[in-house]
C-alpha cells in the first residue's frame, strides 16, 4: 500500500520521517565545522607559503653564524665551546670553523674544527682546542665553508 497522498502528489510524512529529518542536520552541522576548519587549514598553508615567498624566510643558501658560549681548561689547553646557528634556509654539510688567538696582527694559535651538517633555522654545539687561554687574546671564530648536501 502506499502512503495517502495530499493534493501535490506527494505524500505526508510519518512522523519517524520528521524525527529522523530533525536528527540529520546534527551530522550535517559536523560536516560544516569540518569543513571550516579544513578551509582554515588551506588557508593558513597558502598564507605561509606566500609569506615565505614575499618575505625570503624560505631562502636557498644557509647563513652560518657563530658564537662563543664558554671557555674551558682542561689538561694541556683550553676548550672553547661554539655554537654555530643557521639562519637561512638551507641546510649545509661539512661546515668548517676556524678560531684564532691573536695579539693585533700576530696570530699566537689556531684551531679548527667539522660540523657534519647544521638543518636550516637550527643550530649546533662544538669545540676547539687551543694551547693558550683566549683569556689573553682576541679570540675570532668564523665559518670558512661547507658543502650543499
Do not use: C, K, W
Request: glycine content about 12%.
Amino acid at each position: 500500500m502506499g502512503r495517502p497522498q495530499d493534493g501535490d502528489g506527494r505524500g505526508e510524512d510519518t512522523e519517524q520521517e520528521r524525527q529522523d529529518a530533525a536528527d540529520d542536520p546534527g551530522s550535517t552541522l559536523v560536516e560544516r565545522i569540518a569543513a571550516f576548519f579544513s578551509a582554515l587549514l588551506v588557508a593558513a598553508m597558502i598564507g605561509l607559503v606566500l609569506y615565505q615567498a614575499i618575505t625570503g624566510a624560505g631562502a636557498r643558501h644557509p647563513d652560518l653564524v657563530t658564537t662563543v658560549e664558554e671557555v674551558l681548561p682542561q689538561a694541556g689547553g683550553f676548550h672553547v665551546v661554539y655554537r654555530v646557528e643557521n639562519r637561512g634556509g638551507a641546510t649545509a654539510a661539512a661546515v668548517r670553523v676556524e678560531g684564532t688567538l691573536s695579539h693585533g696582527d700576530a696570530i699566537a694559535d689556531e684551531a679548527e674544527a667539522e660540523i657534519d651538517y647544521v638543518a636550516a633555522h637550527s643550530s649546533h654545539r662544538g669545540g676547539l682546542i687551543f694551547r693558550d687561554d683566549p683569556a689573553g687574546y682576541d679570540l675570532r671564530l668564523r665559518v670558512t665553508g661547507y658543502r650543499r648536501p
